[in-house]
């Protein structure tokens, strides 16, 4: 699959499923150059979703169970998709890729909340805490100017499916504590969903320690808890 495919695969996939989707603040999004989108997850609607809303080919970071389920896994190659490492493996090779597309002035598309927002069903405004790795990624990364933009998907009206234990996927990541868990593995399919996308925080290179990766944990934490502020201000006014 050619790498401009994915925008109209994406915008396909969703005119079929039949969601309306209501776009808000597009003229905060940068039309091309080195870009984190920064989003709150609870559908695997979100990733296309995103795409087709920004107007640009994303390349996602993704569980690394991903990879080992038939289909899923030829998706993972086919998109574009940056696969993180087990919980118990550092993560070099997954930062090593991540910054490659940011020094090409791609985009990356990150969900900090990890796991635990789809496997446990929450409100469509709620936030679980998000892991920082989104903010080290961006503070690291060697290019002049990033964008780190905060996105709000706010389902208005969705159907859920409850197809598989959760337990199934420890089949594939044993590692990962929240596939430990009794219940089921829910589906969100959104009818009716806003996206809103924050200001743009813009990395300069001067935010930077020189030319090393940036390891300044006061910079990484104000990162993280500024985006988890912004996405979350963004959910409780699209929910409506």
């Not at 699959?1 to 695969?9: A, E, Q, Y």
């Not at 930062?95 to 597309?101: G, M, Q, T, Y």
């Not at 690291?140 to 409850?162: G, M, R």
């Not at 030319?211 to 996405?231: V, W």
Request: charged share 20%; proline share 9%.
């Amino acid at each position: 699959m050619s790498f401009d495919r994915r925008l109209p695969i994406s915008r396909g996939f969703l005119w079929g499923v039949g969601t309306k989707i209501f776009v808000y603040n597009e003229d905060r999004i940068p039309p091309s150059g080195a870009a984190v989108f920064v989003s709150n997850h609870r559908s695997f609607m979100d990733a296309p979703l995103l795409m087709a809303a920004s107007g640009r080919p994303i390349n996602f970071v993704c569980h690394h169970y991903m990879t080992r389920v038939p289909g899923l896994r030829e998706f993972v190659d086919a998109f574009g998709c940056l696969p993180l490492e087990p919980n118990d493996r550092p993560q070099h090779r997954f930062f090593r890729k991540a910054l490659r597309c940011l020094r090409q002035q791609q985009a990356i598309g990150i969900f900090p909340e990890g796991a635990s927002s789809m496997v446990q069903m929450s409100a469509a405004n709620e936030l679980a805490p998000f892991n920082p790795g989104f903010a080290h990624l961006a503070l690291s990364a060697p290019v002049d100017e990033l964008a780190v933009i905060p996105v709000a998907i706010a389902s208005v009206e969705e159907t859920v499916y409850n197809p598989l234990p959760v337990r199934m996927l420890s089949w594939f990541d044993p590692s990962e504590p929240y596939f430990q868990q009794d219940g089921w593995h829910p589906i969100v399919i959104y009818r009716r969903v806003n996206l809103l996308f924050g200001r743009p925080r813009w990395i300069s290179r001067s935010r930077r320690q020189g030319d090393r990766p940036s390891f300044d944990k006061t910079a990484i934490e104000e990162l993280n808890a500024d985006c988890y502020g912004e996405i979350a201000r963004l959910l409780r006014r699209g929910s409506y």
